[in-house]
Nanobody, 126 residues
Framework: QVQLVESGGGSVQAGGSLRLSCADSEYRFSIYCMGWFRQAPGKEREGVVAIGSDGSASYADSVKGRFTISQGNAKNSVYLQMNSLEPEDTAMYYC????????????????????WGQGTQVTVSS
């Protein structure tokens, strides 16, 4: 089983930064793919970023150059550094994981994988 716990959301002004954390506490092996998707009120889920166990990462165009995902020192943990935040980034952010390969590890499918956490709210004011 995979049990994901996120932290680090909050409210910032446009141009500010936030760092999200996500860790799994249950899975015994290295998770194949982890990442983040977000969902704003009234909008569909949007894949934001994904990183494979080999460290390869992919980003949505809307966040490329502003967001950076990295693997933590602890097994099955990731961080998302979000800089130059914009009001359009306001959403609930969910950490997601695909423990075994069910497809490629890429940002545009991370919102369709099998496990995600409870979410953490990010609010950016103008």
């Amino acid at each position: 089983q995979v049990q994901l716990v996120e932290s680090g959301g909050g409210s910032v002004q446009a141009g500010g930064s936030l760092r999200l954390s996500c860790a799994d506490s249950e899975y015994r092996f290295s998770i194949y793919c982890m990442g983040w998707f977000r969902q704003a009120p009234g909008k569909e889920r949007e894949g934001v970023v994904a990183i494979g166990s080999d460290g390869s990462a992919s980003y949505a165009d809307s966040v490329k150059g502003r967001f950076t995902i990295s693997q933590g020192n602890a097994k099955n943990s990731v961080y998302l550094q979000m800089n130059s935040l914009e009001p359009e980034d306001t959403a609930m952010y969910y950490c997601a994981a695909d423990p075994v390969p069910t497809g490629r590890c890429y940002y545009d499918r991370i919102h369709r994988v099998g496990y995600w956490g409870q979410g953490t709210q990010v609010t950016v004011s103008s």
